[in-house]
T-cell receptor, first 115, second 110 residues
C-alpha cells in the first residue's frame, strides 16, 4: 500500500511554545489529507480535513486558530499546535487520501507531550 | 463525524482461543475496514470489506458485514499473545473521511 510519513515521531515541549508536525505522502499525490487526535485508551477523532491550496475544514470543537493546518503541496500537510498546553498532549495521526482509488493511508503518528 | 460503536470495550482471552469483536454504525456505508493498533503505535490496516460483500477472510481473520443490521464483526481464530492490541473498525459514507469506532482492547495471555 501507499506510504505516509510523519515527522517528528515524538516531541516534548514546554507549555506556551508552538510545535509543527509534518505529514508527507511518499508515493502518491494527496489532494486531501486528514488530521486525527487520539487520547490514551480512546479512539481516533477527526480534527480537520486539509485540502491542497485551500483552507482546512475543522470539526466542531476544534479551534482553528490553535491548530493551524497548511497544505501547501500535494505531498505535504503540516499541523502546528500553537501555544501548546498540557491538555494538548496527545497522539496526532495524519492520513492522506490517494485519489486514484479513494483509499486513506495513515502515518505512524506523532506523540506530543507538553510539560 | 459520527463515531461507531464497538463491543466489547475490552476482551481478555487465552492463547489458542478465538476473539470476536463487533462494530455497529448508523449511516449507509461504502465499505468498512478494520485496523489494529499496538500500544503507542500507528495503525495497521487489516482488512476491508465492501458494502456488497458479506464475508471476507485473510489468514486467521474473518470479517462479516450485515448492512441490514448496520454491523460488522471481526473474528481472530487461534489467537496468539502477539495479537494483543487495540482493534478499530472504520467506515466511510460517500466521499467522506473514515469514521472510527471506539475500539476493542484485546489481551491474549500465554
Amino acid at each position: 500500500g501507499a506510504v505516509v510519513s510523519q515527522h517528528p515521531s515524538w516531541v516534548i515541549c514546554k507549555s506556551g511554545t508552538s510545535v509543527k508536525i509534518e505529514c508527507r505522502s511518499l508515493d502518491f499525490q494527496a489532494t486531501t489529507m486528514f488530521w486525527y487526535r487520539q487520547f490514551p485508551k480512546q479512539s481516533l477523532m477527526l480534527m480537520a480535513t486539509s485540502n491542497e491550496g485551500s483552507k482546512a475544514t475543522y470539526e466542531q470543537g476544534v479551534e482553528k486558530d490553535k491548530f493551524l493546518i497548511n497544505h501547501a503541496s500535494l505531498t505535504l500537510s503540516t499541523l502546528t499546535v500553537t501555544s501548546a498546553h498540557p491538555e494538548d498532549s496527545s497522539f496526532y495521526i495524519c492520513s492522506a487520501r490517494d485519489p486514484s482509488d479513494n483509499e486513506q493511508f495513515f502515518g505512524p503518528g506523532t506523540r506530543l507531550t507538553v510539560l | 463525524s459520527q463515531q461507531g460503536e464497538e463491543d466489547p470495550q475490552a476482551l481478555s482471552i487465552q492463547e489458542g482461543e478465538n476473539a470476536t469483536m463487533n462494530c455497529s454504525y448508523k449511516t449507509s456505508i461504502n465499505n468498512l475496514q478494520w485496523y489494529r493498533q499496538n500500544s503507542g503505535r500507528g495503525l495497521v490496516h487489516l482488512i476491508l470489506i465492501r458494502s456488497n460483500e458479506r464475508e471476507k477472510h485473510s489468514g486467521r481473520l474473518r470479517v462479516t458485514l450485515d448492512t441490514s443490521k448496520k454491523s460488522s464483526s471481526l473474528l481472530i481464530t487461534a489467537s496468539r499473545a502477539a495479537d494483543t492490541a487495540s482493534y478499530f473498525c472504520a467506515f466511510r459514507s460517500g466521499y467522506s473521511t473514515l469514521t472510527f469506532g471506539k475500539g476493542t482492547m484485546l489481551l491474549v495471555s500465554p
